[in-house]
Nanobody, 116 residues
Framework: QVQLVESGGGLVQAGGSLRLSCAAS????????MGWFRQAPGKEREFVAR????????YYADSVKGRFTISRDNAKNTVDLQMNSLKPEDTAVYYC?????????WGQGTQVTVSS
C-alpha cells in the first residue's frame, strides 16, 4: 500500500516561488507514474503535472506550463513540484498522487496560498 505525504506549502506573494515535496512509502515507488493535482475552494480537483516512472516524460496543465517543474528521485522515493512565478489563481490545496493504471493513491494535501 503506497502512502504519500506532502510538504512545503505555505503563503507566498504573487511572483514568488515554492517547492512542494511528496514522500512515498509502502510500495515499488519507481514503477508508478507520479502526479500533482490541486483543488481551489469551490472548484473541482484539477490535474497540474505528472512524471513517468523513468523520469523521461513529463506533462503539464496549460495553466502552469513554463512556470512549474515536476521531478522525482526514485532512490529517495520523492517527487517534487517547483513552482515559480506564482499567481493568486494558483491558490489551492495541492495533492500528490500515484498511478499504476489509475490514480489510486493520494496524499492528504498541502495548502498553497498566493497573495496579490
Amino acid at each position: 500500500q503506497v502512502q504519500l505525504v506532502e510538504s512545503g506549502g505555505g503563503l507566498v506573494q504573487a511572483g514568488g516561488s515554492l517547492r512542494l515535496s511528496c514522500a512515498a512509502s509502502g510500495g515499488l515507488f519507481s514503477y508508478y507514474v507520479m502526479g500533482w493535482f490541486r483543488q481551489a475552494p469551490g472548484k473541482e480537483r484539477e490535474f497540474v503535472a505528472r512524471i513517468s516512472w523513468s523520469d523521461e516524460i513529463t506533462y503539464y496543465a496549460d495553466s502552469v506550463k513554463g512556470r512549474f517543474t515536476i521531478s522525482r528521485d526514485n532512490a529517495k522515493n520523492t517527487v517534487d513540484l517547483q513552482m515559480n512565478s506564482l499567481k493568486p489563481e494558483d491558490t489551492a490545496v495541492y495533492y500528490c498522487a500515484a498511478n499504476k493504471g489509475t490514480w489510486a493513491y493520494w496524499g492528504q494535501g498541502t495548502q498553497v496560498t498566493v497573495s496579490s
